[in-house]
């Protein structure tokens, strides 16, 4: 649909995040969209639903590896760990988007010209 | 493997995915059912948190498979059962994308064995023609001639930028001792011939150097064809005997299948010529092919050609001064002739399918309109624009597929009758048919075409509004006008380009009609000709030769019915010798100075045959014979440029070529369009007297008569053969075939571009009469109000003709200017009248009008017939 390029601010970001989200700790989906909710002070309004895709595309890649397993609340969910590979590529990610951020904050920086 | 594994393991992967999204939902919904919400109000909150579970299902899934193809397969099925579902549509959309594939697929395969199929030669880039360019004084506007032995012979000694250079003699040869005489189409080649070309004889060899010699050259080696026709393809054929002009040649090999270099050979021998007529310089007939060395490019060899053209010029001036040489490359020649008629009928066939492809599309458009909700339903449910524009696309590709499927089999037909026609014109036998490239053409356009027909309805319907369509009921009611106007310009373009080809059309038929009733300067009615050729072998003087001749026509002067009989060495039309002459009068210069002129050799009767008009002295008669001083016959034209203003009669012509003392011209003839119809610059012409030349050994024999001519040929053949049983009477036709025949080129391009234009016609009044009929049923409502408002039947009918005409005027306008720019490229195929003909072009527009009217007529009556009540119960 037309928004979907709006939710997700620049390409793979939303990939980055929840690769962050699981590398403190292993998630089933919905517990990773109210963590990624909360943690952004619901600054991101992302549709949960579009963590779904997101996450598939992980698994295509093996960044991350998923297990049936039940739930603090006594639920059938599949929980998400980041692999060895996920870890790598995150912090690859991660660099990126920091050297991206300092190039944009530098050119937004006030009184330089 | 592991693409395999996935494959297998999607299911299960598909259904954990659903029950993963289930159990989030449940969780948010427990969640805030336990924040107090009711479990109604939770269950859509959560939903319209987590968004379209079926998008969200679909796109997950997506990432798992290759989407295109997938897709693209749903699609094809989906489109399958649209078509199904909709079988008038569908055929009426596959047979005009069948009739316009078909006709680009007949085209392109002529196209594509003359153009694109390299010459079945050893390295065929780099074989060259070269021609003598002949001064320009004596052959005004002829840039390309055949050459002498002797130049031939420097030319080949003195080059160094061609490997081999070899020269080719056309005749015929009375074959006999083998059943029926009969004259079959030989070629004199130097040796190298076959090693120049890389042909390879398939059974013996080509021809040795030693049989290039005076009196070693009675070899021969046979096509495949003459070899399957009189030897049964039997292998002991090598060292045959055959009697060739009654000489015999013994076989020494046998061609591959299907060489027939150059124009339809079945045999080839040595060229063998003697000292004398390797001396022979001013007198030309060979034409000379060479393979370029391979370090030299044409500019090379072209500039070497030149310096030796120069050193032959001085050299030899009273021969060759002001001859040059060309160099071309072979296989430019294959296209000389058929070219430029090729592309126009091209260029048509591509006008066709435009207009095919306009009319799916507005089918398509109309058809897709009336889908809008179902459309508007898929993008509300998260279709993207892509996957909506693939679904319309797959619709019309399929469709066009399908069509060029048809067009295949309605063009193997057509292929047939084209390739027949168009052989005899190329100077080497060419596969016509449906190979592989036609194959892969007729393809890659049906792909083209349907993509093409489909781009602008899907186009559309993406752009059109999701919320309107959705709130509409199913189209129809009159809000849509972009529908409309996007199918008018649809129509308005077909009109523009039909009127494009009817021009053409128009042009070709008017070209002919002229040609025909040309004034040729001769009457074809009633006329029989016959070819005959003897051998100097059996008849060694001239003495026998004119004796033969005169027996003839005697016997055949004695037929009843024969009105008059005579002969003549080239019939009208068909071109014919060129000589250089002497004219009394003139300056005395050397032979390449000359002015050359048309030489025909006649005998007694023959302006009567051919009903050429005397306009001045007497005719040639049995008294002008060896013995009596020479005379000679001259056309008006050639008395109006050399004697102004002077009697004519008794003037003094040398016809440089012959020995002996000048002719007396003792009468003036009218001018006759010797080298065909289409040359309207009168030729000048000279008659001279078989009785008086040194050497006839092949005459036409004219045969004027009061009966069909037809009726005959039997007893003209007995009569022949009663003087020499083994004369073969060939090319027996009426004066009035040789007339069909000298513009059955011109015919067949009408003829052609005629069925393309009606083509094309046929396909622009279905488009014109669909969009009057959809406009009308678009525009039921508003005519329901007019006709409640008072407007009578008349006032309706003019409304709804008025569009049509408004259509039918824009487009005829528009191609007529298109016409005026594109008409100008077939000038070269027109005969009297110029590419912008003023008559062929409102004619045309008339008819046109006429036609889109017609169609016009039935949805304007259909909406006279409204009934306001229910029109506007419509909704």
């Known amino acids: 649909m037309k928004n979907r390029e709006q939710r997700d601010l620049f390409p793979g970001a939303l990939e980055m995040m929840i690769l962050r989200t699981l590398k403190r700790q292993p998630l089933h989906g919905y517990a990773l969209a109210q963590h990624i909710k909360r943690t952004s002070n619901d600054l991101l309004q992302i549709e949960e639903g579009s963590l779904y895709p ?46 991206m951020l300092d190039g944009i904050t530098r050119v937004l920086a006030p009184g330089e010209s | 493997m592991m693409w395999l594994k996935r494959l297998f393991s999607r299911r299960r992967l598909y259904g954990e995915l659903s ?81 316009g594939i078909g006709a680009n697929t007949a085209i392109f395969s002529v196209v594509n064995a003359v153009l694109f199929q390299p010459l079945p030669f050893r390295d065929p880039g780099r074989l060259m023609v070269v021609w003598h360019t002949p001064p320009q004084k004596s052959f005004p506007g002829v840039t390309k001639f055949v050459v002498s032995p002797a130049n031939y012979l420097d030319w080949r000694d003195q080059n160094h930028v061609f490997e081999q250079m070899s020269a080719v003699g056309f005749g015929k040869f009375n ?113 000379v092919i060479a393979r370029l060395k391979p370090e030299i490019d044409m500019r090379k060899a072209q500039s070497e050609m030149d310096t030796i053209s120069a050193r032959l010029a001085q050299q030899y001036s009273a021969d060759d001064a002001g001859w040059g040489a060309v160099v071309l490359r072979l296989n430019q020649q294959m296209f000389q002739q058929v070219g ?96 592989g490239w036609v194959l892969g053409f007729t393809l890659a356009i049906s792909i083209l075409t349907g993509f093409i027909a489909g781009l602008g309805p899907s186009w559309h319907l993406t752009k059109a509004n ?27 373009a077909e009109v523009a380009v039909s009127l494009v080809l009817l021009i053409g059309a128009g042009l070709m038929i008017r070209t002919l009609y002229l040609l025909r009733n040309a004034n040729s300067g001769m009457d074809a009615r009633n006329v029989l000709t016959v070819t005959l050729g003897i051998s100097s072998e059996k008849y060694a003087t001239v003495t026998q030769q004119n004796g033969f001749f005169n027996h003839v026509l005697e016997q055949v002067r004695a037929l009843p019915g024969v009105e008059v009989a005579s002969a003549v060495d080239s019939l009208p039309l068909q071109g014919g010798s060129t000589q250089p002459v002497a004219v009394e009068g003139q300056p005395v210069v050397p032979m390449a100075d000359q002015p050359e002129v048309a030489v025909r050799l006649i005998a007694p009767g023959y302006l009567r045959v051919m009903r050429i008009p005397l306009k001045q002295g007497r ?110 009477v060939v090319d027996v036709q009426t004066m009035e075939a040789v007339v069909d025949d000298s513009i059955a080129q011109n015919r067949l391009n009408m003829i052609l571009l005629s069925a393309f234009a009606g083509l094309a016609l046929l396909l622009a009044s279905i488009g014109i009469y669909g969009v009057q009929a959809y406009a009308v049923r678009q525009r039921t409502r508003e005519v329901g109000i007019r006709v409640a408002m008072g407007a009578q039947p008349a006032d309706v009918f003019r409304l709804i003709i008025a569009q049509g005409l408004r259509l039918a005027t824009t487009g005829i306008v528009i191609g007529l200017a ?51 009540l229910v029109a506007l119960r419509y909704e």
Not at chain 2, 838 to 846: E, K, L, M, Q
């Open chain 2, 340 to 435: 430029p008629a090729l592309l126009v009928l091209f260029g048509a066939v591509g006008f066709v399918l435009l207009i095919a492809c306009t009319n799916v599309a507005n089918l398509t458009l109309a058809k897709a309109l009336g889908r809008r909700k179902e459309i508007a339903v898929r993008t509300a449910l998260g279709a993207s624009r892509g996957r909506i524009v693939g679904l319309v696309l797959t619709e019309t590709v399929l469709i066009s597929v399908v069509g060029g499927a048809l067009a295949l089999l309605l063009a193997h037909f057509v292929i047939e009758a084209i390739a027949e026609f168009i052989g005899p014109q190329l100077p080497i036998a060419v596969q016509i048919g449906l190979d």
């Open chain 2, 818 to 868: 298109a016409s005026f720019g594109l008409t100008r490229l077939m000038a070269s195929q027109l005969y009297g009248l110029s590419a912008t003909d003023p008559w062929t072009f409102i004619g045309v527009s008339i008819v046109l009008l006429t036609v889109a009217l017609a169609a016009c007529f039935i949805p304007a009556r259909r909406a006279t017939r409204i009934d306001p």
């Open chain 2, 19 to 99: 029950e993963e999204i289930r159990e989030h939902l449940e969780e948010k919904i427990e969640e805030l059912v336990a924040g107090g919400m009711s479990r109604e109000e939770a269950a859509y909150a959560a939903r319209r948190e987590f968004g379209s579970v079926t998008l969200t299902e679909e796109d997950s899934r997506t990432v798992w498979r290759w989407p295109r193809v997938e897709n693209m397969i749903e699609d094809v099925r989906y489109g399958l059962r649209v078509l199904r579902k909709s079988p008038a549509f569908t055929a009426v959309a596959v047979l005009t994308l069948a009739l």
């Open chain 2, 466 to 492: 999701l919320n309107e369509s959705l709130k509409q009921g199913l189209g129809k009611t009159d809000a849509d006008s972009s529908g409309g106007r996007a199918r008018s310009v649809f129509v308005a």
């Open chain 2, 619 to 728: 005719d040639i008669t049995e008294a002008d014979n060896a013995n009596a001083r020479p005379v000679i016959l001259v056309s008006e034209s050639f008395a109006r440029r050399f004697w102004p203003n002077e009697n004519p009669i008794g003037k003094h012509v040398k016809l440089t070529f012959l020995p002996g003392e000048a002719s007396e011209v003792v009468g003036v003839v009218g001018d006759v369009r010797l080298n065909g119809l289409s040359v309207t610059e009168p030729v000048q012409s000279v008659y001279h007297v078989m009785a008086q030349n040194p050497e006839t050994t092949f005459m036409r024999l004219a045969v004027r008569t009061g009966l069909p001519p037809a009726n005959l040929i039997s007893a003209v053949t007995e009569a022949i053969h009663r003087v020499d049983a083994d004369e073969p």
């Open chain 2, 175 to 287: 074959l006999t001792g083998m059943g029926q005489p009969e004259s079959v189409e030989g070629r004199a080649v130097s040796a190298d011939f076959f090693s120049l070309l890389g042909v390879q004889p398939v059974l013996g060899r080509g021809f040795l150097e030693e049989e290039d010699q005076p009196g070693h050259g009675n070899v021969a080696v046979i096509s495949h064809e003459f070899w399957q026709t009189h030897f049964a393809g039997s292998r002991d054929v090598l060292g045959k005997q055959i009697k060739l002009d009654d000489k015999s040649y013994e076989v020494v090999g046998v061609a591959p299948a299907k060489f027939d270099f150059p124009y339809q050979a079945k045999l080839w021998v040595p060229l063998a010529w003697t000292e004398k007529k390797k001396a022979v310089r001013g007198n030309h007939g060979y034409i």
């Open chain 1, 54 to 99: 997101a996450l598939q595309r992980l698994l295509k890649e093996q960044l991350v590896k998923a297990e049936w397993g039940i739930s603090s609340t006594n639920r059938r969910v599949r929980t998400y760990k980041l692999t060895a590979k996920g870890a790598k590529h995150l912090a690859h990610e991660v660099s990126r988007f920091e050297k």
